[in-house]
């Protein structure tokens, strides 16, 4: 049984959340400290973590950041907060998702069961130690470990799938539409900016110059594509 932590203050939101959850099978913690509810997150038990942005004790911002540091499963933000400043900001820490409240349960639960399957997915995934190689860029499928020049790359679990991705199909121009459907799934509801957020992050990364990368290029208009 899947087993997943909220943190949020507002009890009856919790609750409700909860018991959606619960009903499609999932274990479900609450926490309304953000402080206790990181303390809960870092312990490692957990498969998905929900958190708020606004709480006492920690903001939502602070615990992405920290969790992200230690583990790579996946963080859905929930929050009152519709700006997309801070649904930047929120992805920039490491966050996976965004939803803003009012949400229903239903696209609630069938976002966790989204992440959850393709986290599933990506750690499990066992080839024979195959490596994808581009210009001093190398990754290791098997083990999902990226380097730049021989350095490793520490990236989060989005950011890895959509440079996988690119990084498979070399020189080939991919819609930010494209790389939605490929990386969250056609059935997938969310805000294509996301997009634009993950590259901006990935290039931070692996690229010598961000603001002139090497390997992921914008094409204006178009979408992106890797160049091997």
């Keep these: 049984m899947k087993h997943i932590l909220i943190i949020e203050d507002d009890l009856h939101i919790a609750e409700l959340e909860r018991d959606y959850l619960q009903l499609n099978g999932y274990k479900v913690d609450i926490s309304r400290d953000g402080e206790k509810g990181l303390q809960k997150a870092l312990t490692g038990i957990y498969d998905v973590i929900i958190v708020d942005l606004m709480l006492p004790g920690k903001d939502g911002f602070e615990i992405v950041e920290e969790i992200r540091r230690n583990y790579e499963i996946p963080i859905l933000i929930v929050s009152a907060k519709s700006e997309d ?35 599933e997915r990506l750690v499990g995934r066992k080839t024979s130690g195959d490596l994808i190689s581009h210009k001093g860029l ?91």
Aim: aromatic share 12%; proline share 3%; glycine share 6%.
């Design 85 to 119: 400043i801070d649904k930047i900001r929120g992805l920039g820490f490491g966050a996976d998702d965004y939803l803003t409240k009012p949400f229903s349960s239903a696209e609630l639960v069938a976002r966790v069961k989204s992440h959850i399957h393709r986290y």
């Design 138 to 228: 190398e990754i290791i499928t098997s083990s999902h470990k990226v380097s730049v020049n021989g350095k490793e790359i520490i990236l989060t679990t989005k950011e890895y799938e959509i440079l996988l991705f690119l990084a498979s199909n070399p020189n080939i121009v991919f819609s930010k539409e494209q790389l939605f459907d490929r990386v969250w799934g056609e059935n997938f509801f969310g805000d294509l900016a996301t997009i634009a957020v993950h590259i901006q992050k990935i290039r931070k990364k692996i690229e010598k110059d961000p603001a002139n990368p090497q390997y992921i290029e914008t094409l204006w208009g178009t979408g992106y594509r890797f160049n091997s």
